[in-house]
């Protein structure tokens, strides 16, 4: 049993004690240990030998416990007992759009247990006499189904990213391998991905092929040649591993990264050059050999920029780069301050003082510290008193971690009709003001716009945190007029969040590309609720280099005065070595 199965059961555990009518607190404890155990890095039945598992982020006592069962045992007690209570169909039910757990278990009641079941009582009317399911409920319920199905195919970014990081470690440990990397959607950074795509160049394709298949989490090889490898995980993801001689690694790398068009791009620029892009080389006309070492030495000989992988699927990159006018993307060294961060004052799970030296040994050089606001409730969202008490904390631990600027600050809700949720009083006394909407998404597309467009107003806003309230392969944004909501932070010199959280990764790399054509300045944020989610930068940084964005865009690549002098309206510039502010 590895930790995909370990994180496949807790989220089990989460869906049915949710139904079961358990706490939200515990329902998303569960939630939470699974999301971190699914992106360990280290082996988890190491760290259970170890008797570690309580250093994992969100696992405490009472799931390190049901951990420790499910690896020596093969099983929950606690799920068992679920499991018989409910049917299978259960958990799938509650990942329905528009269905909580108290609706899930009046349909579970009423017989209706499965997706299918519950389409089929939509069309045939018998939906639409439970209590609670009139024709507007039972409309939304279908478009939900429909949601489902078409997030369904695919896995999270987040969930594919860190399997393939451990088969190309698996991989790149057959000493018949020269190099290796990850290709595909997962190479493009796309948020979600229908497979995995590795590609290793090899003296020994045989030998590298049966390694690949000896990774512990495979479960059956779907598909072999004398050069590929497909097989299926026992979490149902499908892997495929190309193989190529060394001499032709970055043809390969290229058109086994795509997308599509873009090979369709690169090959007729080649064959206008006379050469030829192949699977085993690139070629002239003569056919001689060229053999570039790597993708930019390729892309070289063909006469333009090399065109990151993360925009590879935007037509006009390829344009500019051909001219020679593809800017420098924004990258993870730009970044100078870990912005948007949790301790356990809310919901987070570290204190003050442990995010403060994870920030310092990052190299970071401010942190912002954002705890919830009071409206949100389950999330211990902070009162002005308890705020007050935070401040006092903060000033403490800056003594101790003199080398990380803390900046104090709060998540604060947007309320339904755009205010915030502390009065001025409170907001002006802070670093900064995140605002971010938590309740409330089923406003339409009027109400929720004007609630951001009043929100960005406020004079002491300083950016809207994951302002779609997407999340990826779950949940799809609330509707926005975005170019009126970006309009309205330009008019106001508010900035816009790209939040790094790999489940939220909104602004999407799409909005980070309005964004920035209309001149709005974007913050790149972890929205870091524990000492390791501040690793999940790199996701932010790539979403915003899919949309375009340089170091110029975001303004948490300044220095901490020149940051707050945005922030606060002030005039900045900022330059290639640096940025300095102006302050009126």
Known sequence: MDRHDVARALRELGDLLEVDGESAFKVRAYRVAADRIAALAEPLDELARQRRLGEIPGVGPAITQKIE?????????????????????????????????????????????????????????????????????????????????????????????????????????????????????????????????????????????????????????????????????????????????????????????????????VCDRAERLGLEVAETGLFGSDGRRLDPPDEAALYADLGMQPVPPELRHDDQAFADAHHGELPALLTEDDIRGMTHCHTVYSDGKHSILEMAIAARHLGFEYLTITDHSQTSHYARGLTPDRLREQWDEIARVQEEVPEVRLLRGSEVDVLADGSLDFPDEILEQLDVVIGSIHQRHGLDEDGQTRRLVRALSHPLLSWIGHPTGRLVGSRDPYPLRMEEVFEAALASGKAMEVNGTPHRLDLSGAHVRLAVRMGVKLVVSTDAHSTLGMKALRYGVATARRGRATSADVLNTLPADGFLAALRGGRWHHETTGAVPAVD
């Open 69 to 265: 069962s499910l690896l020596t045992e093969g099983r929950i007690p606690l799920l068992d007992r679920l499991r018989a209570k409910y049917p299978a169909g259960t958990a799938a039910l509650l990942r329905v759009p528009e269905l909580g757990p108290r609706s899930v278990a009046q349909l579970v009641e009423a017989g209706i247990d499965t997706v299918e079941a519950l389409e089929e009582a939509a069309a045939n009317g018998s939906l639409g006499r439970l209590k609670g399911f009139g024709p507007k409920k039972v409309e939304a319920v279908l478009r939900g189904i429909e949601q489902q199905r078409r997030h369904g195919a695919s896995k999270p970014l987040a969930e594919a990213l860190p399997i393939a990081e451990e088969i190309l470690g698996h991989v790149e440990e057959d000493p018949a391998v020269h190099r290796a990397s990850i290709a595909g959607a997962v190479r493009r950074w796309e948020e979600s991905v229908e497979g995995i795509e590795l590609l290793a160049a090899t003296n020994d394709p045989k030998r590298t092929l049966e390694w690949f298949t000896r990774f512990p989490a495979v479960e059956r090889i779907l598909e072999q040649t004398t050069s590929t490898c497909t097989v299926q995980l026992h979490d149902g993801t499908r892997v495929t591993l190309v193989t190529t001689p060394q001499e032709g690694w970055a043809p390969a790398l290229l058109l086994h990264t795509g997308p599509r068009r873009h090979l369709e791009l």
